[in-house]
């Protein structure tokens, strides 16, 4: 992380880790995925991005993710939505756009629902939204759904790293308080939204069905036939780039 120190918030007897770049509004946020973390190579380039061209910019790490304390199988998308909150509160001002990738998507429309008034786009790549319930619970087997009820958590293998994933009755039973894909989300403001067409962890119809849900003027999905979930190629990250900079003209000040 060559442009900024990380530094640290305190919330809720836990240190969030940050690294903020200072610049032109409105100020970037990036709100990364599920057992993700701020310096992963989508968060890193809009990093590089930003500070080439002076735009303000933070990131961050959820409690148990990355560089921040706490552990992840406290998490929730309750939580970790506290910890966004709490970055958007004391980290920035003004205009916001909201950069979340896989959870950070979902994350980002409930932040844009918890802050109206600061919100002004979001930029969602391979948005899973409500993927505890839609995507996460029915990939489970009965067996794997009563023992998680059961015992409060199991563990799965992660394609992602070495070690298993946890997760928790609480995780998913949060999850069912925060959906955001059973009714409209009115949103006032922009959406670009970046997606794989061969994604196996969020779908692409996944993707489509988000689309009708949010109420907006101003929204648009870039496809990327044969991009994958990671969307870390050369090329997807010079789509995002290009995405991040048509946002920043719309909303420069």
Do not use: C
């Amino acid at each position: 992380m060559p442009f900024g120190q990380i530094e640290a918030l305190p919330h809720q007897g836990v240190q969030i880790a940050y690294e903020r770049i200072e610049g032109a509004g409105p100020t970037f946020v990036w709100l990364g995925g599920f057992k993700s973390d701020m310096a992963g190579t989508k968060a890193q380039t809009l990093a590089d991005w930003a500070a080439h061209a002076g735009q303000g910019l933070v990131r961050f790490d959820y409690s148990g993710h990355g560089a921040s304390g706490g552990k992840f199988e406290d998490g929730s998308i309750s939580r970790w939505l506290g910890d966004t909150l709490a970055v958007l509160d004391q980290l920035t001002s003004g205009p916001l756009v909201l950069v979340g990738s896989s959870m950070g998507g979902w994350l980002s429309l409930l932040a844009a629902r918890a802050r109206p008034d600061r919100v002004a786009a979001l930029l969602l790549i391979a948005p899973a939204t409500d993927f505890t319930e839609r995507l996460m619970w029915p990939g489970f087997s009965p067996e794997q759904q009563q023992r998680l009820m059961a015992d409060g958590r199991l563990e799965l293998p992660s394609a992602y790293a070495p070690e298993p994933t946890i997760i928790t009755r609480e995780m998913v039973e949060d999850g069912r308080r925060n959906l955001v894909m059973d009714a409209p989300f009115p949103f006032d403001g922009i959406v670009r939204i970046l997606a794989g067409g061969k994604d196996p962890d969020v779908p692409i119809d996944h993707v489509l069905a988000l689309l009708p849900v949010l109420q907006t003027q101003d929204i648009m999905l870039h496809r990327i036939p044969d991009g994958d979930h990671r969307l870390s190629r050369p090329q997807d990250l010079r789509q995002l780039v290009v995405m991040a900079s048509e946002l920043r003209l719309r909303l420069a000040r």
